[in-house]
């Protein structure tokens, strides 16, 4: 699994919006497909898979201001577990 990070979209520029996601959690992605979109105060950027896999984990929502290099999902093998998830499986068991 490899997390998709917030691109630095500029210099000087502390983070992005976050305008689309393109792919929703569960879908197939493959390397270098488009899976979101961000905007910062200049230009708006696609962000691409950088590996095939399934999307298994939206961290941010559209609309949300991110701060650059922070992770905005997840990208793994179907059926694979995000962190997140398998630590709330252990706490609510």
């Known amino acids: 699994m ?5 691109p630095q979209v500029g210099q000087d520029i502390p983070s992005a919006e976050i305008v689309q996601w393109v792919k929703k959690e569960g879908d197939t992605v ?3 497909e488009e899976i979101l979109v961000v905007e910062s105060e200049k230009a708006a ?19 949300e201001v991110v701060p ?3 992770t905005l999902g997840y990208i793994g093998e179907q059926g ?3 962190q ?6 252990m706490k609510s068991s």
């Open 45 to 63: 950027f696609s962000v691409e898979a950088e590996q095939s896999g399934v999307l298994l984990k939206i961290l941010h929502s559209e609309g």
């Open 30 to 32: 493959a390397k270098g």
């Open 84 to 89: 997140e998830d398998s630590e709330k499986g």
């Open 2 to 6: 490899i997390p998709i990070i917030m």
């Open 80 to 82: 694979e577990m995000c």
């Open 68 to 70: 650059i290099f922070a």
